[in-house]
């Protein structure tokens, strides 16, 4: 379900972080290498059938308990 | 009547984005925070547009992806279409506000063309009848149609306080930036009166109802399924929506993290978007279903309050400003 995004998360790990090491860009790649296991553990949520919450979802049902909705 | 009225009503809102940007020259709107906010605050309200920003491009990416496997490619999973547009879209914001904004005038141009198009071959199945009866509703429809077209078309236009100082000609920028907004909608108005002409009662009915008052086109065999036409300028309209959308996250997140540059950003933020967008909505019902209960209200909190509150907060800020420098000047003489 998930393999086109496992390819182009392995293209990237491949052609950016080593480009962000040589330009010696840390702080980038500390946030880079975030985003990417937090991407990477959820691509593997998915393609396990695990279903994710929506904080969209979640703070509509807030707006709703509060009166805010139509 | 709800997109007129919105549009009207949207032009104080957009003034306000004008002048926040007009008295904060050469920054963007996690600048503007920080300047106004101090680095605390400002750095919570740059965090709540940013989650803003990423559900916008998450739900742009996700209408673009649906109306392209509706219309172009049905066989194809729709997560493979979003991943190929967001790379496409970060390509493009990798090389800056020039390259996303680049082809805009064409993307705008070819719309126009299209839609005038779309009137003219459907003319014989637009009937004014359709439009009545006239004001039969009850007025809470009217407010809630309103506040929601004020909203999720219009109100998003604050996203523009992100490309605001890439802009060359400042001077040029409260014309353009109304000018602009108004042409847009009034191409958005034409649409829904051709969709209600040529549908009627049935306008409601449907998910894209402009797709569905182009498949009714009457022309002859050789120009027949014209409609790929039409979905074709609505790809190339939200495919460049999200490739804003998408350069106002990449830009918001190096800014709140103070990165020297975003440009190795826009990559891996896509995909992240690709995986973001699968779960903020299951799906088209519960798509349609927030946007006519919580959005408005959601939405509005990130397009009016808070730039409200930023531009009463600057101008108390400056008064309070105003008032020390008269006090040290009576003290000087």
């Given at each position: 379900m998930m393999l086109h995004v496992f390819i182009v998360l392995a293209i990237l790990l491949i052609f950016e972080v080593p480009q962000l090491i040589k330009s010696r860009q840390y702080k980038s790649l500390v946030i880079y290498s975030v985003i990417y296991v937090i991407t990477f553990t959820l691509a593997v949520c998915i393609d396990m059938g695990v279903k994710l919450p929506s904080s969209f979802i979640l703070l509509g049902e807030l707006f709703k308990k509060i009166g805010l909705t139509y | 009547m709800a997109y007129t009225a919105?549009?009207?009503?949207?032009?104080?809102?957009?003034?306000?984005?004008?002048?926040?940007?007009?008295?904060?020259?050469?920054?963007?709107?996690?600048?503007?925070?920080?300047?106004?906010?101090?680095?605390?605050?400002?750095?919570?309200?740059?965090?709540?547009y940013l989650w803003f920003f990423m559900t916008l491009s998450a739900l742009t990416l996700t209408h673009v992806a649906r109306l392209i496997n509706l219309t172009l490619l049905p066989e194809t999973p729709m997560s493979f279409t979003k991943l190929i547009l967001v790379l496409v879209a970060a390509w493009s914001v990798k090389y800056g506000p020039e390259s996303v904004t680049r082809y805009g005038a064409a993307v705008v141009y070819t719309s126009i063309l299209i839609n005038v198009a779309g009137i003219v071959f459907t003319f014989n199945r637009l009937s004014i009848s359709h439009f009545l009866p006239l004001f039969d509703a009850p007025p809470a429809n009217y407010i809630q149609g309103i506040h929601t077209t004020m909203t999720i078309p219009y109100g998003e236009t604050v996203i523009f306080l992100m490309l605001m100082p890439a802009v060359n000609e400042q001077r040029k920028l409260a014309k353009s930036f109304i000018f602009g907004f108004i042409a847009g909608a009034l191409l958005l108005i034409l649409n829904v009166l051709h969709d209600v002409a040529t549908l009627g009662c049935l306008t409601g009915w449907f998910v894209m109802p402009s797709l569905e008052s182009f498949r009714l086109l009457s022309g002859s065999q050789s120009i027949g399924r014209i409609d790929i036409l039409f979905a074709t300028g609505l790809v190339m309209q939200i495919f460049f929506r999200l490739s804003i959308v998408l350069y106002a996250s990449t830009l918001g997140l190096a800014q709140l993290l103070n990165l020297e540059n975003y440009n190795t950003l826009p990559f891996i933020l896509g995909v992240f978007l690709v995986i973001y967008s699968s779960s903020v909505v299951t799906d088209v019902i519960q798509h349609l279903g927030t946007a006519s209960s919580f959005v408005p209200w959601l939405w509005s909190f990130f397009q009016h309050f808070l730039p409200a509150m930023t531009a009463v907060v600057y101008l108390i800020q400056k008064a309070i400003k105003k008032k020390k420098g008269i006090q040290l000047g009576v003290m000087q003489t």
């Open positions: - | 919105g549009m009207i009503l949207s032009i104080p809102v957009l003034c306000l984005y004008v002048y926040l940007a007009k008295q904060h020259p050469n920054k963007n709107l996690f600048q503007i925070n920080r300047s106004v906010f101090g680095p605390v605050l400002g750095f919570i309200i740059s965090a709540l």
